[in-house]
């Protein structure tokens, strides 16, 4: 069965500086897509990233960067140089290959503070 | 291009009466999800939709929630009757085969 586990609830950094957000995912299949959205106060689901479970590269845009490691079933997301912008629940996701659905972790509340 | 168009942004209403969401895909897309999002269960997928087709609806809460995607640009959610514990933020997501998911802003739902 495919899990998704968010085990942060809420985090709260003081603006600038680092913070990783933990995922970690369960699932029967060897082919599978993980995700990360953020979903600010202003309430929208946006989408950051999709990795395949195929390419286990680090990822880095901007001041985002994601860890995949299929060793340890993690796709962690690191924010460098928070901003309070930044502020939002973030989400984890898998999907499996051939299936439709998304299943979605339970978010983490991330509070950046000036 | 326009996003995933959800309407209405909020809703208030009392329990009994029926209540219609609606979500207008983006085009091109030819799958349609219904999430409702709520503080204790998180973000649920309701039904999800190809091609107009309903796939799965095994989150469909119970009888009083319908769906349906009469073409490839519109959705409703409906609700009859409407109980307090439908109280939520129901979200309406659209997708191309296996690309990501792109959501709608989402409508705000209280039911007094």
């Known amino acids: 069965a495919q899990k998704v586990t968010q085990a942060q609830t809420e985090i709260s950094v003081v603006e600038k500086e680092d913070v990783t957000l933990d995922c970690v995912y369960e699932?029967?299949?060897?082919?599978?897509?993980l995700f990360w959205y953020k979903q600010p106060p202003s309430g929208e689901l946006v989408f950051l990233i999709r990795?395949?479970?195929?390419?286990?590269q680090n990822e880095i845009s901007g001041r985002y960067s994601w860890n995949f490691q299929k060793s340890t079933s993690s796709f962690n997301f690191t924010i460098t140089a928070s901003q309070v912008v930044d502020s939002a629940v973030y989400f984890c996701?898998?999907?499996?290959?051939?299936?439709?659905?998304?299943?979605f972790g339970k978010g983490t509340r991330l509070h950046i503070l000036p | 291009d326009a996003g995933v168009i959800q309407s209405p942004r909020h809703e208030v209403t009392e329990m009994g009466q029926e209540v219609t969401l609606r979500c207008k895909p983006i085009?091109?897309?030819?799958?349609l999800f219904w999430y409702r999002q709520t503080m204790m269960r998180g973000l649920e997928l309701l039904i999800y939709?190809?091609?107009?087709?309903?796939?799965?609806d095994s989150g469909m809460p119970e009888d009083r929630f319908s769906a349906k995607m009469p073409n490839a640009s519109f959705s409703t959610l409906k609700i009859q009757p409407s109980e307090p514990r439908d109280s939520a933020v129901y979200f309406c997501?659209?997708?191309?085969?296996?690309?990501?998911?792109?959501f709608g802003d989402g409508t705000r739902l209280s039911i007094l």
């Open positions: 085009s091109g897309h030819d799958y």
């Open positions: 939709f190809n091609n107009n087709v309903p796939i799965d």
């Open positions: 990795r395949n479970s195929f390419d286990e």
């Open positions: 699932t029967r299949d060897t082919t599978y897509y």
């Open positions: 996701a898998l999907s499996e290959l051939g299936d439709d659905k998304i299943i």
């Open positions: 997501a659209s997708s191309h085969s296996n690309q990501p998911q792109h």
